[in-house]
């Protein structure tokens, strides 16, 4: 037995075991009320205030709250909340006297603060995968855009119903500076521009041979590129006044585009594993950078346009210094991912990287010290993309499950160590499915308590 807990009254009592199992006893006569499962060991205990939840961490890094007086369901778990983050086990759980938050101190040498009653917002609608979502300049608007055929312009704050355009299947979307168009790549190799509320702009001549992977504006709004799996990136005149130039420097699908801050270059990356950075001007290849073990999905300037970070197939996120020379442009390897890394965005005032994958979670890094800050497991299945409000207060991810979700990270330094996450969500037992992508162990027969 590794832990014990009584209830806040007195009439209960819990006990953790190694074999994963949490049983909650009558303390007067020892009859056994509840078995819960975990999905490692677990370390410690923990009962709210109220005396209605019931915390325990455990080895795998997990903290798993149960309702208990939630109905139990057939397996008897009932509603419970998983909350992720640390990357060791959970050795100690304090609630809040209100109830409302709950401490964890792990043997990464961190301690969190987290919110289990605020669960991030689910936008739904879609009917299949959403491959990526962008906020609006003034923070008014989220669109996401979906293998469903469908881009859904969602208000905010509310987050009411939205309003859906039939684009045809999107590869990519991106909202001019000024707020007033969205650009569109499809996967036909076409390109389009709808307005704000909804209605169609116009169709942009000169389609790519295959899918459009990536859009994005210049920061005048002057200019939009856009990058194809037919290798080719084309940087137009986003009034449409002159052809398309077209950028030849890739070996094979071009998958992320993105336009530096002063506007004077774009950076491109693709499945031949390279990053190229061009002077859009002259149409002059400035730099090729190179070190990803595999395909290199996506690739984001830092707001003051200083470092490039770029997510790969070889699950790994990468910084670079473009202006360095040699080998000083790779700067750092920010590893911790479990598979492909979908995308990465930086936060509007660079203090912070997110990153998603298809190991279904977001990361949060400080890019400053090249060290992690945060794992929240959010989605059902992988997520492919994400965006941060204009106030740095939000941050949208979008997934295969259907789903776009909104949460709230902490403000950089704000408690200096301490991380405030609002990363629960409802969780029955794990499938077999999520245990194979959690690399969780596989489920053990859960005793029955004895009466």
Do not use: Y
């Not at 190694?18 to 009320?33: I, K, M, Q, S």
């Amino acid at each position: 037995m590794r832990a014990l807990a009584w209830s806040p009254d007195g009439a209960r009592l819990a006990s953790a075991s190694e074999d994963r199992t949490v049983v909650v006893r009558d303390a007067a006569t020892g009859r056994g009320l509840r078995a819960l499962t975990s999905m490692d060991k677990v370390d410690c205990l923990a009962w709210s205030p109220d005396g209605t939840r019931l915390a325990a961490g455990d080895r795998h890094r997990n903290v798993r709250i149960w309702d208990l007086e939630a109905d139990p369901g057939a397996d008897g778990e009932g509603t419970a909340l998983w909350i992720t983050g640390h990357r060791d086990s959970v050795r100690a759980l304090a609630w809040t006297p209100d109830g409302r938050r709950l401490a964890t101190a792990s043997r990464d040498r961190t301690l969190a603060v987290w919110e289990p009653a605020a669960p991030p917002s689910v936008l739904r609608g879609h009917t299949d995968s959403v491959w990526q979502n962008a906020w609006s300049p003034d923070g008014g608007r989220v669109a996401s855009a979906s293998e469903d055929g469908t881009v859904r312009l969602w208000p905010a704050p509310e987050f009411g119903p939205p309003r859906v355009l039939a684009t045809g299947q999107c590869g990519d979307l991106a909202w001019s500076p000024d707020g007033s168009l969205l650009a569109v790549g499809r996967r036909d190799g076409t390109a389009a521009l709808w307005r704000r509320d909804g209605t169609p702009a116009a169709e942009l001549p000169g389609g790519h041979g295959s899918e459009v992977s990536a859009v994005c504006w210049s920061p005048d709004g002057s200019r939009l590129a856009t990058a194809g799996r037919d290798g080719l990136v084309h940087v137009r005149d986003a009034a449409g006044r002159a052809p398309a130039r077209v950028l030849r420097g890739h070996d094979d699908w071009v998958t992320g585009a993105d336009w530096s801050p002063d506007g004077r270059r774009l950076a491109t990356c693709g499945t031949d594993r390279r990053i190229v950075v061009w002077d859009v001007r002259t149409g002059e290849r400035l730099r090729t950078l190179e070190g990803h073990g595999d395909q290199v999905w996506q690739v984001a300037w830092s707001p003051d346009g200083r470092l490039l970070a770029t997510g790969s197939r070889d699950r790994t996120v990468r910084l670079w210094a473009p202006d360095a020379d040699g080998a000083a442009a790779a700067v750092a390897v920010l590893a911790g991912h479990d598979d492909r890394v979908q995308d990465v965005a930086w936060s509007p005032d660079g203090t912070r990287l997110g990153s998603v994958s298809r190991d279904r979670t977001l990361r949060l890094w400080d890019p400053a010290a090249a060290a992690p800050v945060a794992v929240v497991g959010l989605h059902a299945d992988w997520v492919n993309g994400l965006s941060w409000s204009p106030d740095g207060t939000r941050i949208a991810t979008s997934s295969r499950d259907r789903t776009v979700r909104l949460w709230t990270p902490a403000a950089p330094g704000s408690a200096g160590r301490l991380l405030r996450l609002a990363a629960g969500r409802v969780l029955h037992p794990p499938t077999p499915e999520q245990r194979r992508s959690h690399q969780l162990p596989p489920p053990e027969p859960v005793p029955r308590p004895r009466g």
